[in-house]
C-alpha cells in the first residue's frame, strides 16, 4: 500500500514550509508531491531548492483549490491520496496509522481521523470529537450516508481524511463549482459510493483556524447555500435501509438555517441571523436536529463512553448466543442498546454530567420498549430472586 501526501498551496510559504516538514517526517515512507497553484511569492524557488525528496507541479495559470487537488492526484503515484492544504500540517504517526487501520479493511476507500484546530502559534483550540468504539472501527457503505446525514460521522476538511485513488478518479474528482466551499465534502460522499469508511479515533492531524483560511472568503450567505446543496445531495444517496428513518429533507433546511443563524449571531451578523432563522424558528423538529447536533460537539467522559462500549459489546455477544427458544420472547438487540445507554445516560446523570447525559440518551430516550426494559430492572431489583433469570445488567467500569 503506497500513500502520496499532496499538498496544495498559493502564496502561503511561511505555513506551507511547516506542511512539507510534516510529510517528510512520516514514520514511514510516504511521496510527497507539491501543487503550487501559480503561486506569485518565493514558493516555486524553496519547493525546487529541495529537490528529490519532492515532486512539484505549478499550475499554468491560477485555476483554484478544487483544481488543484485534482492535478495533484493525476501526478501522484499512490493507491492511497493523503491531501494537505498549506496552512495544516501532519503527526508524524498519520500515515502509518491510516495504513494500519485501511489493512483491517481492504474495502475501505475512505480514512478519515481526529484533527486538533489550532491557531497560527500552534496552540490547540478544539479538536473533532471521538466517536464509535476503540482507536479505529470501520462504517459499511450502506451506512455512510446516513451518517453523514445525520453527522455522525465526522469526515470533516481535508487535512482529517486519505481516499483511495481509484475511487476518487471514478468518482470524478473535486468540483471546481465549489472551490473551497464544502468541495472537500461532496468529494467524501462521491467516494464514499464505491466502499466503505474508517475512523481512527486517534488525532494525527493540525487544522490552521485563522482569518486567511480558504472558507472564509465565502458569505455567510453563500456558505449557507452550499451546505443546503450538499445535505441535499447526501439526502438521496441514503441506502433505502435508513430511508424511513431519515428526516424530511424541508426539516434538514430549516435545522441549517437555524445553524446558520447561530453562526450569523457570533459573528455580530444579526440582520443575517434574522434572515437565516424565519421561517424555521417555527419548526420543532428543526429545533431538535439543531439541539442533537449541539450535544454531539461536547466530549463525554472517556471512561463512561468506553464503559458503554464495552457493555454494548458484551449485549451483542450474549444476544447472539441466547438460545433459539428464548430469543423469541427477548426484546431486539437495538431495543437492548438503548437500554443501555438511557442506564449509562442515568450514570452521567448522579454524576452532574447533564450534557453527557443527554448526548448517551438521545435517540434512546424516545424508545418505549428501552424504557420498558429500565423500569423492568428497577422493579426487579425489589423483589425476589424467583422473578426473572437475569435481574440487572451492570455496567462495568474498565
Known amino acids: 500500500m503506497k500513500f502520496s501526501i499532496v499538498i496544495t498551496t498559493y502564496n502561503r510559504l511561511s505555513f506551507l514550509k511547516r506542511a512539507i516538514e510534516s510529510a517528510l517526517a512520516q514514520t514511514v515512507p510516504c511521496e510527497v508531491v507539491v501543487v503550487d497553484d501559480c503561486s506569485s511569492d518565493d514558493t516555486q524557488d524553496y519547493v525546487r531548492s529541495l529537490g528529490s525528496p519532492i515532486t512539484y507541479h505549478r499550475n499554468p495559470t491560477n485555476m483554484g483549490h478544487a483544481a488543484s487537488v485534482n492535478a495533484g492526484v493525476q501526478v501522484a503515484s499512490g493507491d492511497w491520496i493523503k491531501p494537505v492544504d498549506d496552512d495544516d500540517y501532519l503527526d508524524q504517526n498519520c500515515i502509518k496509522e491510516m495504513i494500519r487501520a485501511i489493512a483491517l479493511r481492504r474495502e475501505a476507500v475512505i480514512c478519515s481521523c481526529q484533527a486538533a484546530q489550532v491557531d497560527v502559534n500552534k496552540v490547540e483550540i478544539s479538536r473533532t470529537r471521538k466517536m464509535g468504539p476503540g482507536q479505529a472501527f470501520y462504517i459499511p457503505q450502506e ?23 481509484d475511487a476518487f478518479i471514478q468518482s470524478g474528482g473535486w468540483d471546481s463549482n465549489l472551490d473551497a466551499n464544502f468541495d472537500d465534502i461532496d468529494s467524501w460522499l462521491r467516494i464514499a459510493q464505491f466502499g466503505d469508511a474508517i475512523f481512527i479515533n486517534k488525532c494525527l492531524a493540525y487544522r490552521t483556524v485563522w482569518p486567511g483560511g480558504y472558507n472564509q472568503k465565502f458569505s455567510l450567505q453563500k456558505r ?29 433546511r430549516a435545522y441549517l438555517k437555524l445553524h446558520w443563524g447561530l453562526v450569523a449571531i457570533k459573528q455580530k451578523a444579526y440582520l443575517s441571523s434574522i434572515k437565516f432563522a424565519f421561517p424555521s424558528v417555527l419548526s420543532p423538529k428543526a429545533w431538535q436536529l ?13 471512561w463512561l463512553q468506553k464503559s458503554l462500549d464495552n457493555n454494548l459489546l458484551v449485549m451483542a455477544k450474549m444476544y447472539a448466543l441466547a438460545n ?8 431486539t438487540l437495538q431495543h437492548f442498546q438503548s437500554y443501555m445507554k438511557l442506564r449509562s445516560s442515568w450514570v452521567a446523570c448522579k454524576q452532574g454530567k447533564l450534557l453527557t447525559a443527554l448526548q448517551l440518551a438521545l435517540p434512546a430516550v424516545s424508545s418505549p420498549a428501552a424504557w420498558k426494559l429500565v423500569i423492568k430492572s428497577a422493579l426487579s431489583e425489589q423483589e425476589n430472586d424467583k422473578q426473572i433469570a437475569i435481574r440487572k445488567f451492570v455496567l462495568i467500569d474498565i
Open 143 to 165: 451506512d455512510i450516508h446516513y451518517g453523514m446525514l445525520l453527522e455522525q460521522i465526522p469526515f470533516g476538511t481535508p487535512i482529517q481524511v486519505a481516499f483511495r485513488r
Open 224 to 252: 449557507l447555500e452550499t451546505n443546503i446543496l450538499i445535505k441535499e445531495k447526501i439526502h438521496a444517496l441514503v441506502s433505502e435501509q435508513h430511508r424511513a428513518s431519515i428526516p424530511e429533507i424541508g426539516t434538514i
Open 290 to 302: 439543531l439541539v442533537e447536533a449541539i450535544i454531539l460537539r461536547y466530549k463525554q467522559p472517556a
Open 324 to 331: 433459539e427458544k428464548h430469543r423469541a420472547a427477548l426484546p
